[in-house]
Protein backbone atom coordinates (compact mmCIF):
# COMPACT_ATOMS: atom_id res chain seq x y z
CA UNK A 1 0.00 0.00 0.00
CA UNK A 2 0.98 3.66 -0.72
CA UNK A 3 1.83 6.27 2.27
CA UNK A 4 -1.07 7.75 1.49
CA UNK A 5 -3.71 4.92 0.65
CA UNK A 6 -2.56 3.35 4.30
CA UNK A 7 -2.93 7.29 5.73
CA UNK A 8 -6.96 7.34 4.38
CA UNK A 9 -7.62 3.97 5.24
CA UNK A 10 -6.78 5.10 8.95
CA UNK A 11 -8.91 8.23 8.34
CA UNK A 12 -11.48 6.54 7.15
CA UNK A 13 -11.78 3.77 9.79
CA UNK A 14 -12.03 6.83 12.43
CA UNK A 15 -15.01 8.67 11.13
CA UNK A 16 -16.58 5.25 9.81
CA UNK A 17 -16.35 4.09 13.68
CA UNK A 18 -17.80 7.53 14.87
CA UNK A 19 -20.50 7.85 12.64
CA UNK A 20 -21.75 4.88 13.40
CA UNK A 21 -21.42 5.28 17.69
CA UNK A 22 -23.33 8.86 15.92
CA UNK A 23 -26.63 6.61 14.31
CA UNK A 24 -26.81 4.16 17.85
CA UNK A 25 -26.76 6.77 19.92
CA UNK A 26 -30.40 7.60 18.48
CA UNK A 27 -31.83 4.21 17.67
CA UNK A 28 -34.10 3.59 20.64
CA UNK A 29 -35.24 7.01 21.20
CA UNK A 30 -38.40 8.59 20.19
CA UNK A 31 -37.34 11.28 18.43
CA UNK A 32 -40.04 13.73 19.14
CA UNK A 33 -38.61 17.68 19.06
CA UNK A 34 -37.82 18.08 22.67
CA UNK A 35 -35.13 14.88 22.16
CA UNK A 36 -33.72 15.99 19.49
CA UNK A 37 -32.80 19.04 20.18
CA UNK A 38 -32.23 18.83 24.42
CA UNK A 39 -31.71 15.02 24.80
CA UNK A 40 -34.97 15.24 27.06
CA UNK A 41 -32.77 17.83 29.54
CA UNK A 42 -31.56 14.76 31.07
CA UNK A 43 -27.91 14.93 30.79
CA UNK A 44 -25.89 14.24 33.77
CA UNK A 45 -22.14 15.67 34.78
CA UNK A 46 -20.54 13.35 32.42
CA UNK A 47 -22.92 13.90 28.81
CA UNK A 48 -22.45 17.20 29.36
CA UNK A 49 -18.88 17.48 29.74
CA UNK A 50 -18.74 15.29 26.70
CA UNK A 51 -21.38 17.26 24.89
CA UNK A 52 -19.98 20.94 25.98
CA UNK A 53 -16.17 19.30 25.13
CA UNK A 54 -17.69 17.81 21.75
CA UNK A 55 -18.69 21.33 20.75
CA UNK A 56 -15.93 23.98 22.05
CA UNK A 57 -12.83 21.69 20.67
CA UNK A 58 -13.41 22.02 16.98
CA UNK A 59 -10.73 22.36 13.91
CA UNK A 60 -10.40 25.67 15.38
CA UNK A 61 -8.44 24.32 18.47
CA UNK A 62 -6.77 22.00 16.20
CA UNK A 63 -5.30 23.31 12.86
CA UNK A 64 -6.38 26.98 13.39
CA UNK A 65 -4.80 27.90 17.26
CA UNK A 66 -1.29 25.62 15.81
CA UNK A 67 -1.60 27.68 12.83
CA UNK A 68 -2.01 30.99 13.97
CA UNK A 69 1.48 29.90 16.53
CA UNK A 70 3.40 29.20 13.10
CA UNK A 71 2.46 32.17 11.42
CA UNK A 72 1.19 34.99 14.10
CA UNK A 73 2.90 33.56 16.86
CA UNK A 74 2.88 35.58 20.12
CA UNK A 75 -1.03 36.81 19.44
CA UNK A 76 -2.41 32.81 19.34
CA UNK A 77 -1.88 32.85 23.04
CA UNK A 78 -5.02 34.65 23.55
CA UNK A 79 -6.99 31.32 23.17
CA UNK A 80 -5.33 29.60 26.69
CA UNK A 81 -6.69 32.74 28.30
CA UNK A 82 -10.60 33.11 26.72
CA UNK A 83 -11.38 29.39 26.55
CA UNK A 84 -10.68 29.30 30.34
CA UNK A 85 -12.32 32.66 31.21
CA UNK A 86 -15.43 31.75 28.84
CA UNK A 87 -16.01 28.88 32.10
CA UNK A 88 -15.26 31.67 34.47
CA UNK A 89 -18.14 33.35 33.02
CA UNK A 90 -20.07 30.64 32.33
CA UNK A 91 -20.68 29.73 36.02
CA UNK A 92 -22.68 32.79 36.84
CA UNK A 93 -24.79 32.90 33.66
CA UNK A 94 -25.48 29.30 32.75
CA UNK A 95 -27.21 27.79 36.10
CA UNK A 96 -29.86 30.63 35.71
CA UNK A 97 -30.61 30.49 32.06
CA UNK A 98 -30.74 26.41 32.93
CA UNK A 99 -33.70 27.48 35.99
CA UNK A 100 -35.80 29.98 33.63
CA UNK A 101 -35.57 27.53 30.48
CA UNK A 102 -36.87 24.47 32.81
CA UNK A 103 -39.37 26.46 34.07
CA UNK A 104 -40.60 27.86 30.52
CA UNK A 105 -39.79 25.02 28.36
CA UNK A 106 -37.16 27.12 26.46
CA UNK A 107 -34.94 24.67 23.91
CA UNK A 108 -33.18 27.78 22.54
CA UNK A 109 -31.54 30.50 22.72
CA UNK A 110 -34.29 32.74 20.63
CA UNK A 111 -36.93 31.17 22.85
CA UNK A 112 -34.97 33.40 26.08
CA UNK A 113 -35.31 36.51 23.99
CA UNK A 114 -38.79 35.95 22.90
CA UNK A 115 -40.01 34.70 26.71
CA UNK A 116 -37.65 37.35 28.62
CA UNK A 117 -38.91 40.32 26.46
CA UNK A 118 -42.19 39.40 24.70
CA UNK A 119 -40.98 40.72 21.29
CA UNK A 120 -40.86 38.16 18.48
CA UNK A 121 -39.01 40.06 16.31
CA UNK A 122 -36.59 40.51 18.43
CA UNK A 123 -36.32 37.19 18.82
CA UNK A 124 -36.39 36.60 15.15
CA UNK A 125 -33.28 39.02 14.63
CA UNK A 126 -31.36 37.00 16.95
CA UNK A 127 -31.72 34.00 14.96
CA UNK A 128 -31.22 35.75 12.42
CA UNK A 129 -27.87 36.93 13.73
CA UNK A 130 -27.54 33.52 15.58
CA UNK A 131 -27.89 31.67 11.84
CA UNK A 132 -25.35 34.26 10.24
CA UNK A 133 -22.78 33.89 12.84
CA UNK A 134 -22.97 29.96 12.28
CA UNK A 135 -21.80 30.68 8.55
CA UNK A 136 -18.09 31.50 9.24
CA UNK A 137 -17.96 29.04 11.46
CA UNK A 138 -19.23 25.93 9.82
CA UNK A 139 -17.33 27.66 6.64
CA UNK A 140 -13.98 27.06 9.49
CA UNK A 141 -14.79 23.27 10.09
CA UNK A 142 -15.59 22.00 6.39
CA UNK A 143 -12.35 24.42 5.64
CA UNK A 144 -10.37 22.16 8.31
CA UNK A 145 -11.30 18.73 6.82
CA UNK A 146 -10.72 19.40 3.07
CA UNK A 147 -7.42 20.34 4.67
CA UNK A 148 -6.88 17.23 6.60
CA UNK A 149 -7.53 14.89 3.66
CA UNK A 150 -5.61 16.98 0.82
CA UNK A 151 -2.46 16.41 3.56
CA UNK A 152 -2.92 12.92 4.39
CA UNK A 153 -3.70 12.12 0.90
CA UNK A 154 -0.46 13.67 -0.13
CA UNK A 155 -1.58 16.23 -2.08
CA UNK A 156 -3.62 13.21 -3.64
CA UNK A 157 -7.22 14.38 -3.31
CA UNK A 158 -8.66 18.06 -3.76
CA UNK A 159 -10.12 19.55 -1.15
CA UNK A 160 -13.64 20.15 -2.81
CA UNK A 161 -14.60 15.96 -3.01
CA UNK A 162 -13.12 15.85 0.70
CA UNK A 163 -15.64 18.20 2.24
CA UNK A 164 -18.48 16.94 0.05
CA UNK A 165 -18.13 13.71 1.82
CA UNK A 166 -17.77 14.86 5.24
CA UNK A 167 -21.14 17.09 4.89
CA UNK A 168 -23.19 13.94 3.55
CA UNK A 169 -21.65 12.20 6.55
CA UNK A 170 -22.37 14.58 8.84
CA UNK A 171 -25.96 15.23 7.82
CA UNK A 172 -26.66 12.14 7.73
CA UNK A 173 -25.80 11.65 11.40
CA UNK A 174 -28.03 15.00 12.98
CA UNK A 175 -30.95 13.58 10.69
CA UNK A 176 -31.21 10.47 12.33
CA UNK A 177 -30.27 10.55 15.75
CA UNK A 178 -30.16 14.88 17.16
CA UNK A 179 -28.26 16.00 19.96
CA UNK A 180 -27.47 12.40 21.51
CA UNK A 181 -25.17 11.49 18.85
CA UNK A 182 -23.40 14.23 18.69
CA UNK A 183 -22.80 13.89 22.66
CA UNK A 184 -21.59 10.47 22.20
CA UNK A 185 -19.17 10.52 18.90
CA UNK A 186 -17.84 12.99 21.09
CA UNK A 187 -16.06 10.34 23.34
CA UNK A 188 -14.10 9.28 20.75
CA UNK A 189 -13.49 12.44 19.16
CA UNK A 190 -12.21 13.64 22.41
CA UNK A 191 -10.48 10.11 23.49
CA UNK A 192 -8.35 10.82 20.04
CA UNK A 193 -7.76 14.44 20.29
CA UNK A 194 -6.27 14.24 23.73
CA UNK A 195 -4.10 11.29 22.29
CA UNK A 196 -3.05 13.58 19.25
CA UNK A 197 -2.13 16.69 20.99
CA UNK A 198 -0.20 15.21 23.38
CA UNK A 199 1.83 12.79 21.08
CA UNK A 200 2.34 15.64 18.39
CA UNK A 201 3.22 18.40 21.13
CA UNK A 202 5.79 16.15 22.83
CA UNK A 203 7.07 14.03 19.55
CA UNK A 204 7.69 16.81 17.66
CA UNK A 205 9.63 19.14 19.44
CA UNK A 206 11.30 15.36 20.80
CA UNK A 207 12.18 14.38 17.07
CA UNK A 208 13.51 17.60 15.76
CA UNK A 209 15.13 19.51 18.70
CA UNK A 210 15.62 16.80 21.41
CA UNK A 211 12.57 18.11 23.85
CA UNK A 212 10.32 20.86 24.67
CA UNK A 213 12.59 23.40 26.81
CA UNK A 214 15.29 22.64 23.59
CA UNK A 215 12.78 23.73 21.36
CA UNK A 216 11.96 26.98 23.02
CA UNK A 217 15.12 27.56 23.65
CA UNK A 218 16.26 27.69 20.05
CA UNK A 219 13.32 29.46 19.06
CA UNK A 220 14.18 32.34 21.27
CA UNK A 221 17.29 32.21 20.25
CA UNK A 222 16.89 32.55 16.19
CA UNK A 223 12.88 34.30 16.30
CA UNK A 224 12.79 36.44 19.97
CA UNK A 225 10.02 38.41 18.92
CA UNK A 226 8.12 35.34 17.51
CA UNK A 227 7.10 34.30 21.02
CA UNK A 228 6.14 37.16 22.44
CA UNK A 229 3.12 40.12 21.28
CA UNK A 230 2.69 41.72 18.83
CA UNK A 231 4.27 38.42 16.87
CA UNK A 232 4.90 38.30 13.50
CA UNK A 233 1.64 40.68 13.20
CA UNK A 234 2.58 44.52 13.45
CA UNK A 235 -0.78 45.47 15.12
CA UNK A 236 -1.97 42.50 17.45
CA UNK A 237 -0.33 44.06 21.04
CA UNK A 238 -1.60 44.02 24.63
CA UNK A 239 -4.62 46.53 23.93
CA UNK A 240 -5.72 43.77 21.05
CA UNK A 241 -5.44 40.79 23.33
CA UNK A 242 -7.25 41.86 26.34
CA UNK A 243 -10.22 43.23 24.29
CA UNK A 244 -9.98 40.04 22.29
CA UNK A 245 -9.99 37.74 25.43
CA UNK A 246 -12.94 40.17 26.60
CA UNK A 247 -15.03 39.79 23.53
CA UNK A 248 -14.46 36.65 22.95
CA UNK A 249 -14.68 34.68 26.75
CA UNK A 250 -18.11 36.93 27.24
CA UNK A 251 -19.27 35.35 24.11
CA UNK A 252 -18.24 32.26 24.39
CA UNK A 253 -21.35 30.54 25.44
CA UNK A 254 -23.45 33.32 23.37
CA UNK A 255 -23.18 30.86 20.69
CA UNK A 256 -26.98 29.66 20.04
CA UNK A 257 -25.35 25.76 20.35
CA UNK A 258 -23.37 26.66 23.54
CA UNK A 259 -26.45 28.43 25.14
CA UNK A 260 -28.89 25.48 23.94
CA UNK A 261 -26.29 22.89 25.50
CA UNK A 262 -27.51 24.39 29.18
CA UNK A 263 -31.16 22.97 28.73
CA UNK A 264 -30.09 19.69 28.20
CA UNK A 265 -28.43 19.78 31.50
CA UNK A 266 -30.38 18.00 34.61
CA UNK A 267 -30.13 20.67 36.81
CA UNK A 268 -28.25 23.90 37.46
CA UNK A 269 -25.88 22.29 40.32
CA UNK A 270 -24.59 19.92 37.13
CA UNK A 271 -23.53 23.11 35.00
CA UNK A 272 -21.32 24.97 38.40
CA UNK A 273 -19.46 22.13 38.77
CA UNK A 274 -19.03 21.38 35.09
CA UNK A 275 -17.91 25.17 34.65
CA UNK A 276 -14.94 24.09 37.70
CA UNK A 277 -13.20 21.22 36.06
CA UNK A 278 -13.90 22.06 31.99
CA UNK A 279 -10.69 24.81 32.24
CA UNK A 280 -8.70 21.71 32.66
CA UNK A 281 -9.56 20.30 28.91
CA UNK A 282 -7.67 23.66 27.69
CA UNK A 283 -4.23 22.04 28.72
CA UNK A 284 -4.33 19.51 26.04
CA UNK A 285 -4.45 23.38 23.81
CA UNK A 286 -1.22 24.55 25.47
CA UNK A 287 0.80 20.92 23.43
CA UNK A 288 -0.90 21.78 20.00
CA UNK A 289 0.73 25.10 20.62
CA UNK A 290 4.51 23.91 21.47
CA UNK A 291 3.76 21.90 18.14
CA UNK A 292 3.07 25.14 16.05
CA UNK A 293 5.92 26.68 17.72
CA UNK A 294 8.03 24.11 16.22
CA UNK A 295 6.97 24.30 13.29
CA UNK A 296 8.38 27.36 12.51
CA UNK A 297 11.91 26.35 12.75
CA UNK A 298 11.63 23.02 11.00
CA UNK A 299 9.34 24.16 8.05
CA UNK A 300 9.76 27.77 7.82
CA UNK A 301 8.02 29.99 4.71
CA UNK A 302 4.46 28.29 4.34
CA UNK A 303 2.08 31.00 3.14
CA UNK A 304 -0.47 29.64 4.49
CA UNK A 305 0.02 28.76 8.72
CA UNK A 306 -3.33 26.10 8.56
CA UNK A 307 -1.23 23.33 6.81
CA UNK A 308 1.66 23.72 8.45
CA UNK A 309 0.70 21.20 11.50
CA UNK A 310 -0.22 18.46 9.26
CA UNK A 311 2.79 19.06 7.22
CA UNK A 312 5.35 18.65 9.91
CA UNK A 313 3.39 15.82 11.22
CA UNK A 314 3.70 14.06 7.88
CA UNK A 315 7.32 14.63 7.45
CA UNK A 316 7.75 13.41 10.89
CA UNK A 317 5.67 10.48 11.63
CA UNK A 318 4.95 6.89 10.10
CA UNK A 319 1.72 7.11 7.55
CA UNK A 320 -0.36 5.02 9.90
CA UNK A 321 0.00 7.99 12.47
CA UNK A 322 -0.34 10.80 10.11
CA UNK A 323 -3.85 8.67 9.49
CA UNK A 324 -4.74 8.96 13.35
CA UNK A 325 -4.33 12.41 13.29
CA UNK A 326 -6.16 13.15 10.24
CA UNK A 327 -8.98 10.83 12.08
CA UNK A 328 -8.87 12.40 15.29
CA UNK A 329 -9.12 15.84 12.91
CA UNK A 330 -11.74 15.11 10.60
CA UNK A 331 -14.10 13.84 14.20
CA UNK A 332 -13.06 17.18 15.85
CA UNK A 333 -14.24 19.51 12.61
CA UNK A 334 -17.45 16.97 12.13
CA UNK A 335 -19.42 16.75 15.39
CA UNK A 336 -19.10 20.29 15.92
CA UNK A 337 -20.12 20.98 12.09
CA UNK A 338 -23.06 18.60 13.03
CA UNK A 339 -24.16 20.40 16.33
CA UNK A 340 -23.78 23.78 14.48
CA UNK A 341 -26.13 22.64 11.99
CA UNK A 342 -28.60 21.25 14.23
CA UNK A 343 -28.45 23.81 16.24
CA UNK A 344 -29.24 26.77 12.78
CA UNK A 345 -31.88 24.23 11.49
CA UNK A 346 -33.54 24.29 15.08
CA UNK A 347 -33.37 28.05 15.08
CA UNK A 348 -34.87 28.47 11.96
CA UNK A 349 -37.60 25.98 11.81
CA UNK A 350 -38.94 26.96 15.48
CA UNK A 351 -37.75 30.40 15.93
CA UNK A 352 -38.27 31.82 12.52
CA UNK A 353 -40.44 30.08 10.47
CA UNK A 354 -42.95 28.90 12.54
CA UNK A 355 -43.82 31.95 14.56
CA UNK A 356 -43.41 34.80 11.36
CA UNK A 357 -45.20 32.45 8.43
CA UNK A 358 -47.05 29.79 9.96
CA UNK A 359 -48.28 30.04 13.30
CA UNK A 360 -50.18 26.98 13.37
CA UNK A 361 -47.39 24.47 12.63
CA UNK A 362 -47.51 21.26 15.24
CA UNK A 363 -44.17 20.49 17.26
CA UNK A 364 -43.99 17.47 14.84
CA UNK A 365 -44.23 19.49 12.19
CA UNK A 366 -41.80 22.15 13.36
CA UNK A 367 -39.31 18.44 13.71
CA UNK A 368 -39.50 17.70 10.36
CA UNK A 369 -38.85 21.27 8.61
CA UNK A 370 -35.97 21.16 11.00
CA UNK A 371 -34.48 18.30 9.53
CA UNK A 372 -35.21 19.56 6.40
CA UNK A 373 -33.35 22.39 7.00
CA UNK A 374 -30.42 20.28 7.88
CA UNK A 375 -29.75 18.96 4.38
CA UNK A 376 -30.22 22.86 2.86
CA UNK A 377 -27.63 24.05 5.48
CA UNK A 378 -25.01 21.44 4.98
CA UNK A 379 -24.93 22.19 1.11
CA UNK A 380 -25.15 25.94 1.36
CA UNK A 381 -22.08 25.78 4.13
CA UNK A 382 -20.40 23.62 1.63
CA UNK A 383 -20.59 26.28 -1.04
CA UNK A 384 -19.05 28.83 0.73
CA UNK A 385 -16.12 26.57 1.90
CA UNK A 386 -15.72 26.18 -1.69
CA UNK A 387 -15.81 29.09 -2.92
CA UNK A 388 -13.41 31.23 -0.54
CA UNK A 389 -10.95 31.30 1.79
CA UNK A 390 -9.58 33.06 4.80
CA UNK A 391 -7.85 31.76 7.53
CA UNK A 392 -9.29 29.96 10.60
CA UNK A 393 -8.97 32.18 13.22
CA UNK A 394 -10.52 35.08 11.35
CA UNK A 395 -13.26 33.34 10.43
CA UNK A 396 -13.60 32.27 14.22
CA UNK A 397 -13.51 35.55 15.12
CA UNK A 398 -16.15 37.22 12.92
CA UNK A 399 -18.42 34.64 14.32
CA UNK A 400 -17.39 36.10 17.59
CA UNK A 401 -18.28 39.62 16.65
CA UNK A 402 -21.88 38.58 15.81
CA UNK A 403 -22.83 36.46 18.66
CA UNK A 404 -20.88 38.62 21.08
CA UNK A 405 -23.92 41.42 20.85
CA UNK A 406 -26.46 39.02 23.02
CA UNK A 407 -24.60 38.86 26.15
CA UNK A 408 -26.14 42.30 27.00
CA UNK A 409 -29.43 41.16 26.65
CA UNK A 410 -28.69 37.85 28.01
CA UNK A 411 -26.68 38.98 31.18
CA UNK A 412 -28.95 42.08 31.96
CA UNK A 413 -31.88 40.01 31.35
CA UNK A 414 -31.00 38.04 33.97
CA UNK A 415 -29.76 40.51 36.65
CA UNK A 416 -31.39 43.89 35.76
CA UNK A 417 -35.38 43.86 36.59
CA UNK A 418 -35.15 47.13 34.48
CA UNK A 419 -34.07 46.65 31.28
CA UNK A 420 -36.34 47.32 28.43
CA UNK A 421 -37.67 45.50 25.42
CA UNK A 422 -36.70 48.52 23.58
CA UNK A 423 -33.36 48.90 24.70
CA UNK A 424 -32.33 45.83 24.04
CA UNK A 425 -33.61 45.46 20.66
CA UNK A 426 -31.64 49.12 19.86
CA UNK A 427 -28.27 47.78 21.39
CA UNK A 428 -27.70 44.55 19.75
CA UNK A 429 -28.78 46.63 16.58
CA UNK A 430 -25.92 48.99 17.06
CA UNK A 431 -23.86 45.96 18.46
CA UNK A 432 -24.33 44.14 14.99
CA UNK A 433 -24.47 47.25 12.49
CA UNK A 434 -20.85 48.86 14.13
CA UNK A 435 -19.50 45.22 14.12
CA UNK A 436 -20.09 44.19 10.41
CA UNK A 437 -19.49 48.04 8.94
CA UNK A 438 -15.88 47.68 10.92
CA UNK A 439 -15.41 44.43 10.10
CA UNK A 440 -16.57 44.83 6.18
CA UNK A 441 -13.86 48.18 5.82
CA UNK A 442 -11.18 46.24 7.03
CA UNK A 443 -10.98 48.14 9.81
CA UNK A 444 -10.54 45.34 12.55
CA UNK A 445 -8.48 46.10 14.64
CA UNK A 446 -9.42 49.50 15.04
CA UNK A 447 -6.78 51.69 16.91
CA UNK A 448 -5.20 48.18 17.82
CA UNK A 449 -8.78 47.12 19.37
CA UNK A 450 -10.53 44.12 18.53
CA UNK A 451 -13.88 46.22 16.34
CA UNK A 452 -15.98 43.47 18.18
CA UNK A 453 -14.94 44.69 21.34
CA UNK A 454 -15.74 48.20 20.56
CA UNK A 455 -19.36 47.15 19.09
CA UNK A 456 -20.03 45.46 22.59
CA UNK A 457 -19.52 48.73 24.51
CA UNK A 458 -21.70 50.86 22.14
CA UNK A 459 -24.31 48.02 22.53
CA UNK A 460 -24.02 47.88 26.03
CA UNK A 461 -23.65 51.76 26.88
CA UNK A 462 -26.93 51.67 24.61
CA UNK A 463 -29.14 48.93 26.38
CA UNK A 464 -28.04 51.26 29.59
CA UNK A 465 -29.03 54.48 28.71
CA UNK A 466 -32.35 53.90 27.00
CA UNK A 467 -33.56 51.58 29.74
CA UNK A 468 -33.48 53.99 32.09
CA UNK A 469 -35.31 56.79 29.71
CA UNK A 470 -37.72 54.11 28.93
CA UNK A 471 -40.40 53.20 31.52
CA UNK A 472 -39.95 49.87 33.37
CA UNK A 473 -41.96 46.76 32.04
CA UNK A 474 -43.02 44.82 34.85
CA UNK A 475 -45.52 43.05 33.26
CA UNK A 476 -45.16 41.54 29.63
CA UNK A 477 -46.90 42.53 26.75
CA UNK A 478 -50.20 41.00 27.34
CA UNK A 479 -50.73 42.96 30.22
CA UNK A 480 -49.86 39.50 32.50
CA UNK A 481 -47.09 39.23 35.28
CA UNK A 482 -43.89 39.35 33.73
CA UNK A 483 -42.57 35.17 33.62
CA UNK A 484 -39.51 36.29 35.60
CA UNK A 485 -41.22 37.45 38.75
CA UNK A 486 -43.42 34.17 39.02
CA UNK A 487 -40.24 32.36 40.46
CA UNK A 488 -40.13 34.71 43.12
CA UNK A 489 -43.64 34.05 44.10
CA UNK B 1 -32.79 36.18 39.48
CA UNK B 2 -30.73 35.78 42.59
CA UNK B 3 -27.78 37.48 41.88
CA UNK B 4 -23.91 35.41 43.06
CA UNK B 5 -22.84 36.37 46.10
CA UNK B 6 -19.94 38.70 46.24
CA UNK B 7 -17.37 35.99 47.17
CA UNK B 8 -17.60 33.83 44.39
CA UNK B 9 -17.57 37.08 41.92
CA UNK B 10 -14.54 38.15 43.49
CA UNK B 11 -13.08 34.67 43.40
CA UNK B 12 -13.63 34.78 39.01
CA UNK B 13 -12.04 38.13 39.57
CA UNK B 14 -8.81 36.73 40.46
CA UNK B 15 -8.43 34.48 37.05
CA UNK B 16 -9.43 37.47 34.91
CA UNK B 17 -7.15 39.80 36.45
CA UNK B 18 -4.31 36.97 36.07
CA UNK B 19 -4.82 36.04 32.13
CA UNK B 20 -6.79 38.98 30.73
CA UNK B 21 -5.84 42.60 32.43
CA UNK B 22 -2.33 41.72 33.57
CA UNK B 23 -1.10 40.85 30.31
CA UNK B 24 1.53 43.77 29.51
CA UNK B 25 3.34 42.34 32.91
CA UNK B 26 4.24 38.98 32.23
CA UNK B 27 4.24 38.81 28.25
CA UNK B 28 7.90 38.06 28.08
CA UNK B 29 10.15 35.11 27.17
CA UNK B 30 12.62 35.16 30.18
CA UNK B 31 12.68 33.68 32.67
CA UNK B 32 12.22 30.96 30.89
CA UNK B 33 11.10 27.97 33.84
CA UNK B 34 10.14 24.31 32.83
CA UNK B 35 11.92 25.06 29.38
CA UNK B 36 8.54 27.39 28.76
CA UNK B 37 8.92 30.99 27.81
CA UNK B 38 7.62 32.61 30.86
CA UNK B 39 4.27 34.07 29.18
CA UNK B 40 3.42 30.50 28.59
CA UNK B 41 3.93 29.48 31.30
CA UNK B 42 2.36 31.96 33.43
CA UNK B 43 -0.92 31.28 31.28
CA UNK B 44 -0.31 26.96 31.70
CA UNK B 45 -0.19 27.81 35.39
CA UNK B 46 -3.54 30.07 35.81
CA UNK B 47 -5.74 27.32 33.54
CA UNK B 48 -4.55 25.12 36.65
CA UNK B 49 -5.14 27.96 39.30
CA UNK B 50 -8.49 29.22 37.42
CA UNK B 51 -10.07 25.68 38.32
CA UNK B 52 -8.59 26.12 41.87
CA UNK B 53 -10.60 29.78 42.54
CA UNK B 54 -13.86 28.37 40.76
CA UNK B 55 -13.91 25.56 43.28
CA UNK B 56 -13.68 28.13 45.88
CA UNK B 57 -16.41 29.56 44.14
CA UNK B 58 -18.67 26.48 43.92
CA UNK B 59 -18.10 25.86 47.39
CA UNK B 60 -19.33 29.68 48.45
CA UNK B 61 -22.42 29.06 46.49
CA UNK B 62 -23.59 26.04 47.22
CA UNK B 63 -23.37 26.55 51.36
CA UNK B 64 -25.99 29.45 50.01
CA UNK B 65 -27.99 27.26 48.41
CA UNK B 66 -28.19 24.82 51.20
CA UNK B 67 -28.62 27.67 53.62
CA UNK B 68 -31.85 29.03 51.28
CA UNK B 69 -33.21 25.28 50.84
CA UNK B 70 -32.92 24.20 47.76
CA UNK B 71 -33.15 26.33 44.68
CA UNK B 72 -36.46 26.34 43.14
Known amino acids: ?489 | MKRPSLAALLLALIPFTAMCFSVSLWDRIDPMLLGLPFNLFWLICWIVLSCVCMWGAYRAEAARHRQNGPPA
Open chain 1, 1 to 489: MSPAAICLTTILGIVAIGTAIGFLAGVHRKMDLEQWTVGGRGFGVVLIFLLMAGEVYTTFAFLGASGWAYSRGGPTLYVLAYLTLGYVVSFFILPQIWEVGRKLGMQTQSDFFALRYGNRYLAAFVCIVGIASFVPYLQLQLTGVGIIVSVASFDGIGRTPAMTIAVVLLVAFVFASGVRAVAWVSVVKDALMVIAALSIGIGIPLIHFGGIGAMFAALAHARPAHLTMPGATPNLGHAWYVSTVLLTSLGFYMWPHAFAASFTAKSGDTLRRNAVVMPLYTLTLAFIFFAGFASVLVLPGMSNGDLALLTVVRRSFPPWFLGIIGGAGALTAMVPASIFILTAATLFAKNLYRPLFAPGMSDDQVAKLARTTVVMLGLISLMLAIFSSTTLVSLLLTGYAGVTQFFPGVVLGLYWKRVTTVAVFAGLLAGVASAVFLMLSHRDPLFGVSAGFLALCLNFLIVAAVSLLTPAQSRDNRGLPHPWELQHA
